[in-house]
Nanobody
């Protein structure tokens, strides 16, 4: 059974950094695209970043501040977040891409439970 487990969230001051991890199990993800999404209180889930075999994709709101990467040996995807802002506060999810646009949540299948990121001003 495929499982995704996010970790690394927490409380950080504006301008700080966090690294989120998404550990995958149940299958090999070396050739599978993965993505990060987030949901802020009272808002819809939104795309943050994704990584395919040779490319990365970012939402405009995080471009230049966040970096997505993958460790194939560990079956883990990371999201390095820097220069954090209060508006980055959200529950962050990772997901497996199946087909379609990397930017749309309905292109993704399995989802983790999420890890909370809170950025104080």
């Amino acid at each position: 059974q495929v499982q995704l487990v996010e970790s690394g969230g927490g409380l950080v001051q504006a301008g700080g950094s966090l690294r989120l991890s998404c550990a995958a199990s149940g299958r090999t993800f070396s050739s599978t695209a993965m993505g990060w999404f987030r949901r802020a209180p009272g808002k819809a889930r939104e795309f943050v970043a994704s990584i395919s075999a040779g490319s990365t994709y970012y939402a405009d709101s995080v471009k230049g501040r966040f970096t997505i990467s993958k460790d194939i040996a560990k079956n883990t995807v990371y999201l390095q977040m820097s220069s954090l802002k209060p508006e980055d506060t959200a529950l962050y999810y990772c997901a497996i891409h199946y087909s379609g646009s990397y930017y749309l949540s309905n292109s993704y299948g399995y989802w983790g439970q999420g890890t909370q990121v809170t950025v104080s001003s």
